[in-house]
């Protein structure tokens, strides 16, 4: 059997991160398996369609590195792709549904529907519309919503995450299967479109095991065969207590991406979230996650979200990179996350800047606020020397005459690079009989004004000698 799997998302705003692990899932088993992935838009909810989301959706994937072989762009033999565009197709199925009795037009007003709704709540039994199914129903026609004509019964199906699963005909409804609108709800047109497009396993969150029965039934009645079902447990809010949500603190994925989180990053860490491969293996390449991937391995229980488990990835993916391909080859992702005070510096400088602060970063974005002194004079701010754990015991003309000697040995250097610089260093701490944390401190602080720097001699080598001089004299007169 080929493999065939889908991605189907709805155009209808941001891409959060339980839309994106929907589609690493399915990538990774088609890829595993030398099959296919169908992406496919379900935009048949006009109400809530969000302009600009297809491609938003579109350019998430590219991102990931997760391509297509059907669907929007490439094209492919089962099209159109977007179920906007599938609307008589859909009436074609519908028909099969109305010749063999399996489906009638639902003319009841929606009040009466109401109606019904609130005797069920208040006597606190549940709503079934098979329960009030019209006796006569008019032939159909678009303008009147089409129901499933359900025949109750008890269905046992085998979820490839969840295992055995098994339900009675209380969970069997009329469901609505093409809507006043002319357009297919999702319980019908997922069931089309899967079976034109061939598509051997269906993965979607876990919240659509509840109407598993239905489709079940649909696909019955038409004579279908189902696909393997895959249902994906829900990511969870970091207490665990419940589904993830804008309210926990997880953003979309565009917003990660702007933070400068890397698509290596993301895509690790969504993968692993819900699935591992029995190893205490943490970092995986995308060739790796496809040797490795199995369904057998999806875990069928919720997996929290952890954003600081995302962040360590993302640092340990920064290192990774500079290792294996060089500091280019992270430079050219850092266009966009320089401080303004960058602008007008070339490329080499910028380079040298990232070379020594890189295995310091989380995110790309750290780069506006830990790499600004090199691009432009910090402002001076003594409480920092002050304050300092190391320094605090130093009186003001103490730290005076230690920057003094240390302008004076540094002046004296030939050559200004970075293993003059630490002997010039560990000359100092001999000379003044200081501790590599006071005297070491003293200097990081006047040359940055900044918590944190990359090695002190790195630090003046590629600040350059009439730089560092001067900050350092600036300070020495400030005390």
Not at 45 to 69: M, N, P, Q, S
Not at 133 to 142: A, I, Q, S, V
Request: with cysteine; glycine share 6%.
């Amino acid at each position: 059997m080929k493999v065939i799997t889908r991605f189907a998302p709805s155009p209808t705003g941001y891409i959060h991160i339980g839309n994106v692990r929907s589609a690493i899932y399915p990538y990774l088993l088609a890829r595993q398996n030398h099959g296919k992935l169908i992406l496919r838009i379900e935009d048949t909810d006009r109400e809530r369609f969000v302009e600009g989301a297809t491609e938003l959706i579109e350019d998430t994937l590219k991102w990931l590195g997760l391509d297509w072989d059907e669907g929007p762009i490439v094209g492919g033999s089962h099209g159109p792709y977007f179920q906007s565009e599938r609307k008589s197709i859909y009436h074609q199925w519908a028909q099969k549904l109305i010749a063999s009795g399996r489906a009638y037009a639902d003319p009841t007003p929606s009040e009466v529907i109401e109606k019904y709704h609130k005797e069920c709540n208040e006597k606190k039994m549940p709503f079934l519309f098979r329960n009030i199914r019209p006796e006569n129903p008019p032939e159909w026609k678009p303008g009147i919503p089409l129901r499933f004509k359900t025949e109750p019964k008890s269905y046992t199906w085998y979820d490839e995450v969840m295992g055995k699963m098994t339900t009675g005909p209380e969970v069997l409804d009329d469901i609505i299967l093409i809507k006043k609108d002319g357009f297919p709800t999702y319980n019908f047109a997922h069931i089309v479109d899967d079976t034109e497009m061939g598509v051997t396993h269906v993965m979607r969150g876990v919240e659509y095991l509840s109407s598993t029965p239905n489709y079940l039934a649909i696909y019955e009645a038409l004579n279908i065969t189902p696909p393997k079902l895959v249902s994906l447990p829900h990511i969870l809010a970091p207490q665990g207590n419940k589904k993830l949500g804008k309210r926990d603190g997880a953003k979309s994925v565009t917003e990660y991406r702007a933070e400068g989180i890397l698509a290596e990053a993301m895509l690790n860490y969504l993968a692993c979230l819900g699935w591992n491969d029995g190893t205490e293996q943490e970092i995986y390449t995308k060739e790796e996650l496809i040797n490795k991937f199995s369904l057998e391995r999806i875990q069928n229980s919720g997996a929290r979200y952890d954003e600081i488990k995302l962040l360590w990835l993302n640092g340990q993916w920064i290192r990774k990179i500079v290792h294996e391909d060089g500091v280019s080859a992270l430079y050219r992702r850092t266009e966009s996350f320089w401080p303004e005070s960058a602008k007008g510096y070339d490329d080499q400088y910028k380079i040298r800047v990232l070379s020594i602060i890189y295995d310091r970063l989380k995110t790309l974005s750290d780069l506006r606020t830990m790499t600004e002194y090199f691009f432009s004079d910090p402002k001076i701010n003594l409480t920092m020397l002050t304050q300092n754990k190391f320094l605090q015991k130093f009186s003001e003309s103490e730290l005076e005459n230690l920057l003094k000697l240390t302008i004076s040995k540094l002046s004296e250097l030939e050559k200004w690079e970075a293993n003059n610089l630490q002997n010039t260093l560990n000359e100092l701490l001999v000379i003044t009989g200081k501790k590599p944390a006071e005297l070491f401190s003293l200097i990081r602080i006047a040359l940055s004004y900044a918590p944190f720097s990359p090695a002190l001699n790195l630090t003046l080598e590629v600040l350059g000698r009439e730089t560092s001089l001067a900050r350092l004299n600036l300070t020495a007169r400030s005390i």
